[in-house]
């Protein structure tokens, strides 16, 4: 599945979370998060979850990423967009200004 939006990346998260027979608060326990942030997350409420705390679900939930970079946006956009295929999408921007 090609996931361009953070809500792309939250029901890809929701759907293997619910595959594995795991709550919310399942889930969030295991990645030393709120059961909260998962919500957010997995609605695409979450404009910048960091990609340290993406990894570690997708490792949880045994999801593997794969980046194309043939299908990236030049460097240069940095719109905020929000769109998981840019070389730098904003939520993965976390604490640079």
């Not at 990346?9 to 909260?36: H, N």
């Not at 997350?41 to 979850?49: A, Q, T």
């Not at 705390?53 to 967009?81: E, F, H, N, P, W």
């Amino acid at each position: 599945m090609l996931m361009r939006t953070v809500s792309d990346f939250g029901a890809v998260i929701r759907d293997r979370r619910k595959a594995k027979g795991l709550t919310q608060t399942d889930l969030a326990k295991q990645i030393g998060v709120r059961q909260s942030w998962v919500s957010d997350i997995e609605s695409g409420r979450h404009d910048n979850p960091g990609l340290g705390i993406l990894l570690q679900v997708c490792k949880v939930l045994g999801i593997d990423i794969r980046v194309d970079r043939a299908t990236s946006v030049k460097s240069s956009d940095s719109t905020g967009s929000g769109d998981l295929a840019t070389a730098d999408p904003a939520f993965l921007r976390r604490g640079r200004r």
